[in-house]
């Protein structure tokens, strides 16, 4: 069974620092691709960051580029979200995904999701 776990949201303040954890099971780890996404309250979900477990190749999304930094442990099956410079529009709701297929921003690729952690950014 596959299984996804994010963990790591809270109540931060503006400027903030916060890392998310998302820990895989019942995949090939070292031959996958996760994604972390998010959903603010009435609006769709949409691609924060991605990489290649196989290459370490990442991607950003523009909104956070240079501020978030995704990184995976193969050793503990384990990706990382490390969020520096909080903005309250970062508020929302954070998935991590993961998908067999190549890594994108675009959750319709990815085929495997976890519960989702809420991160709340104050001003």
């Known amino acids: 069974e596959v299984q996804l776990q994010a963990s790591g949201g809270g109540l931060v303040k503006a400027g903030d620092s916060l890392t998310l954890s998302c820990a895989v099971s019942g995949l090939p780890f070292d031959d996958i691709a996760i994604g972390w996404f998010r959903q603010a309250p009435g609006k769709e979900r949409v691609g924060v960051s991605c990489?290649?477990?196989?290459?370490?190749?990442?991607y950003y999304a523009d909104s956070v580029k240079g501020r978030f930094t995704i990184s995976s442990d193969n050793a503990k099956n384990t990706v990382y979200l490390q969020m520096n410079s909080l903005k309250p529009e970062d508020t929302a709701v954070y998935y991590c995904?993961?998908?067999?297929?190549?890594?994108?921003?675009?959750?319709?690729?990815?085929?495997?999701w976890g519960q989702g952690t809420l991160v709340t950014v104050s001003s």
């Open positions: 995904a993961a998908t067999e297929g190549s890594y994108s921003l675009r959750p319709f690729e990815y085929d495997y």
């Open positions: 990489i290649s477990t196989t290459t370490n190749s990442t």
